[in-house]
């Protein structure tokens, strides 16, 4: 194609979240991961040819991995992020299930009834008041 990609692709970054086990000290924990959206232009520039009009038609919005590894919160140490997917298809992204609509489906599929959400008593105000430090 003679028409760059920056040409084609509006470019935006993002954060994701992602939770990951650190290898050392084994603790699950949730992270912010760097992206970089790509989304195609809505007409192609003018200097390209119907091949590339061709090509540009079939181009797809995607996602771009920025971060490669991450910094453990407990232990402090960094470790890759274990995923083989740097480059995602939003069309991909738009079919997965959320975590709690799919919960709901295993519940309703094992016949069990749908979990009631569990009010918590408030905490006392010693616990929620601003400490005014030692005295």
Not at 21 to 30: E, I, K, L, Y
Not at 37 to 61: C, I, S, V, W, Y
Request: aromatic share 8%; with cysteine.
């Amino acid at each position: 194609m003679a028409l760059d990609e920056s040409a084609l692709f509006n470019k935006t970054p993002e954060t994701r979240p992602g939770q990951f086990q650190c290898p050392r000290c084994r603790r699950t924990g949730d992270y912010r991961i760097r992206w970089m959206r790509h989304t195609k232009k809505r007409q192609m520039p003018g200097r390209g040819d119907a091949a590339d009009r061709a090509k540009f038609e079939k181009l797809r919005d995607y996602l771009l991995r920025l971060d490669d590894d991450v910094t453990c919160k407990t232990c402090g140490k960094k470790f890759d992020i274990p995923s083989q997917h740097t480059l995602m298809f939003l069309d991909q992204l738009a079919g997965l299930p959320n975590e709690d609509e799919l919960e709901g489906e295993i519940n309703a599929a094992a016949g069990e009834p749908e979990p009631e959400r569990v009010s918590r008593p408030a905490l006392p105000d010693r616990f929620t008041r601003k400490s005014t430090g030692w005295k």
